[in-house]
């Protein structure tokens, strides 16, 4: 079946300008997480939720950096406000069932963020 | 706390020989959950394996073998006969049970297959 996916796979932002980064997952995933991935370096965890509730957003790195599954489904991550520290592949991963920190966790391509 | 330590920043091998990926874990937990994943340039994160603290058993998949050792906190990987195909950066990552709701990564190791 259909993998994770994200668009877009890449955004070149203005600093001060809002963007948003939209992550399906693999259909009937309960889990889904955002990660930030900075150049040579592993991911970093930034949030998770559990169908449509943000169960953990202990990894979000300020207020400008928000995320939502309103439906359970798609996710946006949505950053205000733009500054060139964001610059980093941003990578969502989903797992089927609602123990997340069991469960394997499989990602999509990830989205490249440039801050001008 | 959670760690994940990958000594080897990057690895160069010629196509048919045997490489070791290195990892090293550190936790209090007694239940936690490993983890390799390969991302090659396309930038997916492809899983590979996923092993839980009580199962030490070494696992072998074709070309890929894994060496979980708690003994040293080591879950290293092998990749026998390389391929060009097998170059990739390669994170080992950790999960616990009780705690955190995600995984930890080393910071990669970078793997060159030369033909």
């Known amino acids: 079946g259909a993998g994770v996916s994200q668009s877009p796979r890449y955004k070149v932002a203005k600093r001060g300008q809002d963007v948003a980064l939209r992550c399906d997952p693999i259909?009937?995933?309960?889990?889904l997480f955002w990660y930030q991935q900075a150049l040579g370096q592993g991911p970093e965890f930034l949030t998770y939720?559990?169908?449509?509730?943000?169960?953990?957003k202990s990894g979000l790195p300020s207020d400008r950096f928000f995320a939502e599954r309103p439906e359970g489904s798609v996710s946006t991550l949505k950053i205000q406000r733009t500054q060139q520290e964001d610059s980093a592949v941003y990578l969502c991963?989903?797992?089927?069932?609602?123990?997340?920190?069991?469960?394997?966790?499989?990602f999509g391509p990830g989205t490249r963020l440039t801050v001008l | 706390a959670q760690k994940v330590t990958q000594a080897q920043t990057e690895i160069s091998v010629v196509e048919k020989e045997d490489v070791t990926l290195d990892c090293v874990y550190e936790?209090?937990?007694?239940?936690?959950?490993l983890f390799w994943y390969k991302q090659p340039p396309s930038g997916e994160l492809v899983f590979l394996i996923r092993?839980?603290?009580?199962?030490?058993q070494n696992e072998i998949s074709g070309r890929y073998s894994w060496n979980f050792q708690k003994s040293t906190s080591s879950f290293n990987f092998t990749i026998t006969a390389s391929q060009v195909v097998d170059s990739a950066v390669y994170f080992c990552?950790?999960?616990?049970?009780?705690?955190?709701?995600?995984?930890?990564f080393g910071t990669g190791t970078r793997l060159t297959v030369i033909p």
């Open positions: 991963a989903s797992s089927l069932g609602g123990q997340a920190n069991t469960d394997t966790q499989y």
């Open positions: 259909s009937g995933h309960v889990s």
């Open positions: 939720f559990q169908n449509e509730a943000q169960l953990d």
């Open positions: 936790t209090r937990d007694t239940t936690y959950y």
């Open positions: 092993r839980n603290s009580f199962d030490e």
């Open positions: 990552a950790l999960s616990v049970l009780n705690g955190a709701n995600n995984l930890f």
